[in-house]
């Protein structure tokens, strides 16, 4: 939920009434827009009478230190993820310090681009007594807008994502130091600067659920059920050694005791992630694969489900990624290695399984798995891929990476690239993988120097403002791979 609170000169001067008026339609328009974007708002004004007050022919506006103080515990009793601020004229800067001070939350220093009032005035008054006082981080770290609704809405969207993040955990099965990564190990107790917990279970607990179904021919019910949902809608090549209709059926065991584990959890849990290698893809003989594929997509064979962001390789940064990604577009994040860059394409495929959204970006689900073959692994002991190629497609690519102890947050908007019979022939090593292609947004010595990690995210669209926002409000530095200037700053820091 976000606050809206508008102040207001406490003088009496002239214009005084005509200006009140001008406030509150400026409020009530700034609210309207949001809510009619779907948020949610919470009208401090409104809580605080100030309708009635102008009919008494008092101020609208909030215009005095004990009204700021009424309207900090209102919005305290609140789950407010962020406060938009009206400043669409003059008010005392002390006011807002003290509401800054009070609440604690991020700040949106916002007025429209009308001549008549002093807008511009106030925000720069006021977001100078924020910077000179720097009574919390978000005082000091406030954003300041004019007539920017759009802005202001991804924004939102930033914070409202940051904050649902700050209250949900991580489920990680397996420990995260997989195939000897370190890019994967984590100081847990900082990353809790942007992520609420994380919950870290074995991954035995999916294997001992995924036999005990395989086992009981009443539970194995749910398997057969799946394997023959999976095979009327997708495509499915057995072969002799690596794909079986059992070794299928084992699959389907993983994700079915994955998400039963998951469901233990939901309320709290953001995203989910996989060790995978080595213990199931090899010493349990299949992959994972399922869990990366239908984790992150809105059906299965019991139908309509929770999208969950997933990744594979306990990669937590990813992870993190992943779910931001999903919070700000409520899309299903794409998630997989970086497979192969040149100076013009960089190919993204997810070892066996990538949302199975990306096969078609259909949001009928069947468009997706009919665009969709199954066919065996190129690793591991056993199990089946899940092959697609991504129509071209707009992306906000992300990754938080770290360097030196400090957090960055990767970002550029990807033009997807139509993987052709040129481009398909070259393929060899994991060629049944999902692959997605995008323009490279550098030459690929700077890319390959400025990745923190092996692995992106990605979701359709560009959400490039709002992953700004989100690195202002978690306090690190956002990158964007697209100036060159930035990605300077990241290869020069030490």
């Not at 690929?444 to 092996?454: R, W």
Request: proline share 4%; glycine share 6%; aromatic share 10%.
């Amino acid at each position: 939920m976000l606050a809206v609170v508008t102040f207001t000169d406490p003088r009496k001067t002239s214009l005084s009434l005509e200006r009140e008026n001008a406030l509150l339609e400026k409020h009530k328009t700034l609210i309207n827009e949001l809510e009619a974007s779907g948020f949610t708002v919470f009208d401090v004004n409104g809580a605080l009478k100030k309708y009635d007050s102008l009919k008494n022919g008092e101020n609208f506006g909030v215009d005095s230190k004990e009204e700021v103080r009424k309207a900090s515990k209102l919005i305290g009793a609140q789950d407010i993820s962020g406060v938009i601020i009206g400043l669409w004229h003059w008010t005392e800067s002390n006011l807002v310090t003290l509401l800054a001070k009070k609440v604690n939350k991020p700040l949106l220093l916002y007025a429209d681009d009308d001549p008549a009032w002093a807008g511009t005035t106030c925000i720069t008054s006021v977001g100078a007594s924020l910077w000179e006082s720097a009574v919390n981080y978000y005082a000091l770290c406030h954003t300041r807008l004019k007539d920017d609704i759009e802005k202001a809405k991804a924004w939102v969207r930033a914070v409202e994502a940051v904050s649902e993040l700050s209250r949900k955990s991580l489920l990680i099965w397996g420990a995260p130091y997989t195939l000897g990564m370190e890019h994967l190990m984590d100081d847990l107790p900082q990353l809790k600067r942007f992520i609420g917990d994380f919950l870290f279970l074995d991954q035995y607990l999916i294997v001992k659920r995924a036999d005990w179904m395989l086992s009981d021919e009443k539970k194995r019910v749910r398997i057969e059920e799946f394997f023959d949902w999976l095979h009327k809608h997708a495509t499915i090549k057995y072969d002799d050694t690596m794909l079986t209709p059992e070794a299928l059926k084992r699959q389907i065991g993983i994700y079915l005791a994955a998400k039963d584990i998951w469901s233990e959890y939901e309320d709290e849990t953001a995203a989910v992630s996989i060790k995978c290698q080595p213990e199931l893809s090899e010493v349990y003989g299949v992959t994972a694969c399922l869990i990366p594929a239908l984790f992150p997509f809105n059906r299965d064979v019991r139908g309509e489900k929770p999208i969950i962001p997933a990744t594979c390789e306990g990669d937590i940064k990813g992870t993190i990624s992943s779910a931001l990604l999903f919070y700000l577009s409520g899309k299903p994040p794409l998630f997989g290695d970086i497979k192969y860059v040149d100076d013009d394409l960089v190919l993204i495929a997810n070892c066996g399984a990538s949302s199975l959204y990306y096969a078609k970006l259909s949001e009928n689900p069947e468009e997706n798995l009919r665009a969709t073959t199954i066919q065996g692994q190129c690793q591991g002991a056993g199990g089946g891929a899940l092959t697609y190629r991504t129509p071209p497609t707009t992306l906000t690519v992300a990754r938080l990476i770290r360097k030196g102890g400090e957090y960055y947050l990767l970002y550029f908007l990807a033009e997807g690239v139509e993987i052709d019979e040129e481009i398909e022939s070259k393929l060899k090593w994991g060629r049944q993988w999902p692959h997605t292609a995008i323009k490279n947004p550098l030459d690929k010595e700077k890319f390959l120097n400025a990745m923190g990690a092996n692995h992106l995210s990605a979701v359709p669209g560009d959400f490039r403002s709002e992953i700004e926002f989100a690195a202002r409000v978690w306090g690190i530095r956002a990158i964007n791979l697209e100036k060159e200037s930035e990605v300077e700053i990241l290869l020069h820091s030490i």
